[in-house]
């Protein structure tokens, strides 16, 4: 399995700021983006799986609407997460 708990933990530590704070935008960002990086490599070997590409959809929606709620709230923040994850181009 590729999400694995350390996986996970991981993840959270180094943007949500600690393991068992996985409520916070930027870890969930984080997480999101780990998926969306790891579907889109499925993807590209799997072009028929459409049931996958639904989900891709659905999950950079997610993402789309938390980085859209991170700019409202706090755009330092926003700024921070898009330069770590390279997000955008």
Do not use: C, P, W
Not at 39 to 49: I, V
Request: aromatic share 8%.
């Amino acid at each position: 399995m590729y999400l694995t708990k350390e996986v996970k933990e991981e993840i959270f530590t180094k943007h949500g700021g600690s393991a068992g704070n996985t409520g916070s935008a930027e870890g969930q960002i984080a997480l999101f983006t780990f998926r969306i990086n790891h579907l889109t490599g499925h993807l590209k070997k799997n072009r028929h799986d459409y049931n996958t590409e639904r989900s891709l959809v659905k999950l950079v929606g997610k993402r789309r609407s938390l980085l859209d709620y991170l700019k409202n709230k706090d755009i330092n923040r926003y700024r921070e997460i898009i330069k770590e994850l390279n997000i955008r181009k």
